[in-house]
């Protein structure tokens, strides 16, 4: 079973789906409307916590675990590796590299969504608000400033003074400078994903010169992680050997 929600896991589910030797699940929060059209098998909502995944590996003999779900989904992660604790799945965590800073880049990085918030101070300034569409809260202390917010689905609760752009990547940098030129943004939010599908808004806010508050991640789970979808196939060729070794 894939613990899904990203990109990577979509292209990870679509590759073995492929594959005649491996039943695959893709599991999503639920949390978008309309997720795109995915290959194979697919089960939708949470599980009820370490103890409600933990009976689902068990009753779907699910024999490998792999959590592909997005940097900041840490509650689900830690989820995982708690659950196999307790039922002996073999888990591998993929995770693609956080993004670091290069030269021209001007980063504020800060520990969380309300400190990104924070670090906006009192100045009015057009804030260009790229971290999805479930922790807006924070930004409604602060409405001296205009807002224009990316989401795929529409926010539950708008933000005073904002703009809403519904839209699902990957963006492109050139798109993304045309985009932020056009609504004059001061300031980038966006936190620390990693990957290529929406570093252009970084790329474009070095062009323009424009400050980026960056939001760390999260602390990892504890699982062993791998950095590509070719290591995570590496690694379930090397479990399914063994399986059939064991005559499993
Ligand atoms: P989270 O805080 O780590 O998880 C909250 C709860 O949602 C979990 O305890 C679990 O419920 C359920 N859940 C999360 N991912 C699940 C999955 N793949 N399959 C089944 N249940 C899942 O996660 P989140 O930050 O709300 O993110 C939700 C989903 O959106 C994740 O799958 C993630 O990959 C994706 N996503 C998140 C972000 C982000 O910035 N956080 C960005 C892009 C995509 P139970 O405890 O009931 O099992």
Redesign the pocket.
Same mark, same amino acid.
């Not at 613990?3 to 990203?6: F, I, K, P, V, W």
């Not at 909502?45 to 916590?49: A, E, Q, R, S, T």
């Given at each position: 079973m894939i &613990? @899904?929600?990203?990109g990577d /896991?979509r292209k990870l589910a679509e590759r073995l789906s492929a594959r005649t030797d491996l039943r695959v699940t893709l +599991?999503? /929060? @639920?949390?978008t409307k309309m997720p795109l059209p995915q290959a194979g098998e697919t089960r939708v909502?949470?599980?009820?916590?370490v103890e409600? &995944?933990a009976d689902y590996l068990r009753t779907e003999r699910v024999d490998l675990l792999v959590d592909a779900?997005?940097p900041? /989904? @840490?509650? =689900? +992660?830690a989820?995982a590796f708690a659950a196999v604790q307790a039922t002996g799945t073999p888990l591998i965590a993929l995770d693609r590299p956080a993004w670091t800073k290069v030269g021209g880049d001007k980063w504020i990085e800060v520990d969380s969504v309300s400190a990104a918030a924070d670090a906006l101070g009192d100045e009015p300034r057009t804030v260009f608000l790229t =971290? @999805?569409r479930?922790e807006l809260a924070p930004f409604a202390r602060q409405p001296q400033h205009r807002f224009m917010v990316r989401s795929v689905d529409p926010a539950e609760v708008e933000l005073p003074n904002a703009v809403t752009i519904l839209d699902r990547g990957p963006f492109n940098a050139v798109a993304e400078e045309t985009l932020m030129r056009a609504h004059g943004v001061d300031v980038l939010v966006t936190?620390n +994903?990693g990957g290529d599908a929406t570093y252009g808004k970084i790329i474009a806010a070095r062009r323009l010169g424009l400050p980026v508050i960056m939001v760390k991640r999260p602390a990892p789970s504890g699982a062993d992680t791998v950095r590509s979808i070719a290591k995570v196939e590496d690694w379930i060729d090397r479990h399914v050997a063994a399986f059939a070794e064991r005559g499993a």
């Open positions: &613990l @899904g929600g990203t /896991a +599991s999503l /929060a @639920g949390r909502g949470g599980f009820g916590g409600g &995944l779900t997005h900041f /989904a @840490g509650r =689900i +992660s989820n =971290i @999805g479930q936190k +994903s």
